[in-house]
């Protein structure tokens, strides 16, 4: 079984979010719709991966609520919530040793049964992720002897087995080289575009966001957001009050780049 053909909406009511002293955001209203590609922006230690966690359900908001397909995330079973969304964690931790396609296997556990072996789908599944981030080939490698930028690519290709209808991706283009970042990029937009998926990325990168992203919520701290499509939001006014940096839009065949003054 699959989750390709699963379609979901994530919706944050009022949500109010706090971490130490930094309020990440106040009273948030958001929706997630399949098929589009959210990127969330903000400087350092505004609370971008906290926000992911919590839509993960990984942390408690403090206030308001995060509905899943009109069902309030906390009250779905953990496995369920799994078929539906996914995480890419901005680091990867690997507690025991294991191959790469184990790990890549574990992608799979949402859609198997407690007393279930993964089937010979789930393996072919498998497969067909790591060559969708050319990792093929390379299946019984030890993962701790994997690069960095191949560690990474791993990472997504277990979150493309898991196949969840809702992929949070935190820092998705870290350790990869330029040729990697625009090709697992483009392979998300793809999977966004045939599949329906609804992406929510965090990023440091304005122009790697701009080219693949088409909906943006800013945190500028303090609780305060502005969210929006691309064209809403990116705006030089926006950007510069986001980042506290004079910036310069410049036309570009693939869209606008903006450049620090």
Not at 41 to 53: A, Y
Request: hydrophobic share 45%.
């Amino acid at each position: 079984m699959t989750g390709s053909k699963v379609m979901s909406r994530l919706v944050t009511k009022n949500l109010g979010i706090t971490i130490g002293a930094t309020q990440v955001c106040t009273a948030l209203d958001w929706h997630i719709e399949s098929g589009q590609r959210w990127c969330i922006l903000g400087r350092n230690g505004t609370g971008k991966t906290t926000l992911l966690h919590t839509l993960a359900g990984l942390r408690t908001a403090d206030s308001g609520a995060i509905v899943l397909n009109r069902q309030p995330l906390q009250a779905i079973a953990r496995r369920r919530v799994a078929q539906h969304i996914g995480l890419l964690f901005q680091e990867q931790h690997d507690a025991f040793p294991a191959t790469v396609l184990e790990t890549v296997l574990s992608g799979r556990h949402p859609w198997i049964g407690l007393l279930q072996w993964e089937s010979v789908r789930d393996t072919e599944i498998a497969v067909a992720a790591l060559q969708a981030v050319d990792l093929d080939g390379m299946e019984q490698r030890i993962v701790n002897s994997l690069s960095g930028g191949e560690r990474r690519r791993l990472g997504l290709a277990s979150l493309l087995a898991q196949d969840p209808a809702v992929m949070l991706l935190d820092e998705p283009t870290n350790h990869l080289d330029i040729h990697h970042q625009i090709s697992m990029l483009e392979l998300l937009r793809k999977r966004a575009e045939t599949r329906h998926k609804a992406l929510v990325f965090v990023m440091h990168d304005i122009n790697l966001a701009a080219r693949y992203c088409d909906h943006f919520l800013l945190l500028f701290g303090a609780g305060e957001t502005a969210q929006g499509s691309a064209d809403e939001v990116l705006t030089e006014a926006q950007l510069e009050r986001l980042y506290r940096h004079p910036l310069q839009a410049v036309q570009a065949p693939h869209g606008t780049l903006w450049q620090p003054r």
